[in-house]
C-alpha cells in the first residue's frame, strides 16, 4: 500500500517535531486560533503557520477561516479513529444482542409450550 | 480520506450503534418477543449471564451477583485469557421499573457512565434502546483510542522509533 505508506510517513514527519506534538495535545483540549497558539509556544505566527500546515497536510489537523481568525482543531484521523472505536462497540453489542435474540425465543418458545399445557 | 457515517452498520446488523452527542453512545435493537420475556432476559441473573458475555469477547464469567431492584446493587466478575488478574464490574440500579427501564450506574473507573436501557412494546415486539451517558467529553473521549491519555504514549513509542530510524 503505496499511498498508506506515505500517509504514515506525511504522519511521522508531522510528529517529529516537538512543538507540533504540542500543538496536538493542545488541540486535543480545546479548538485554537494560529495567533493563540503561536503566544503559548513562544513563536513567531509564520512560524506557527508553518507548523499547522505540516499537521494539516497529515490530515491530524484541520483549519478553518472565521472573519480574519484562522481556526485549528484536531482533524479527521481523529473521526477514523472514533469510528473504528464505534465499530469495535458494534461488535461487542451485535454480539451480545444475537445471543440474547436466541434466550428470547427460547423463553418465547418455552412460554407456549407451558400455556398449551395449561389449557389441556 | 473515508468519508464515516454516523451509526454506519452492514445492511446485514440489527443491531446500531451511534455517538449521540460528545458525551453519549446510543445501541439499538429490536428483538421479537414480548416486554416481558425481553426484560425477564435481563432481569435474571441465572438468565442476563447466559447472554451479556458473547463467546467472542474470549471473557469468562466467573461470578454474577444483580440485586434488580431501584437501590439494588451488582457484581460481575469476568477473566480474560491475556491478564491474571480477574476484572470486576459493579455498581448499583438508579431506576428499575418493570418492563419499562432499568438504569445503572458504572462504578468500577471514576469516569464510568450512566447506563439507561428502555423497553418499548411495538405491536408484540419489544424496542430495547440502551443508552451510556458519560459525566464528561473527556470520559467518552479517553475510550477513544487516540484520546489525549493515549497520546504521550504513542508519542513515546514514535520518539523511540524515530531515535532507532535512520
Redesign the interface.
Known sequence: MVHYQARLDAT?AA??DVTR?GV??QL??SDASITDLAERFHMTLTGMKKHVSVLEEA?LVVTEKVGRVRTCKLG???????????EQ?????????????????Q??RK?KADDQRKRR | MTNVKEGSTAATNRTAVERKSDRELVVMRTFDAPVHTVFEAWSKPELFQRWWVPKSVGLALLSCDMDVRTGGSYRLVFRHPSFDQPMAFFGTYREVVPNKRIVWTNEESEQGAVTTVTFEEMSGKTRVTLHELYPTTAALDEALAGSAEGLPEQFDQLDELLAGGA
Open positions: 511521522f510528529l517529529s506534538r496536538l495535545e486535543g483540549g490530515g479527521p484521523r481523529r473521526l477514523e479513529e472514533e469510528a473504528a472505536w464505534i462497540h458494534r461488535q461487542l453489542w451485535s454480539a451480545r444482542f444475537d445471543a440474547l435474540d436466541e434466550l428470547v425465543d423463553l418465547k412460554e
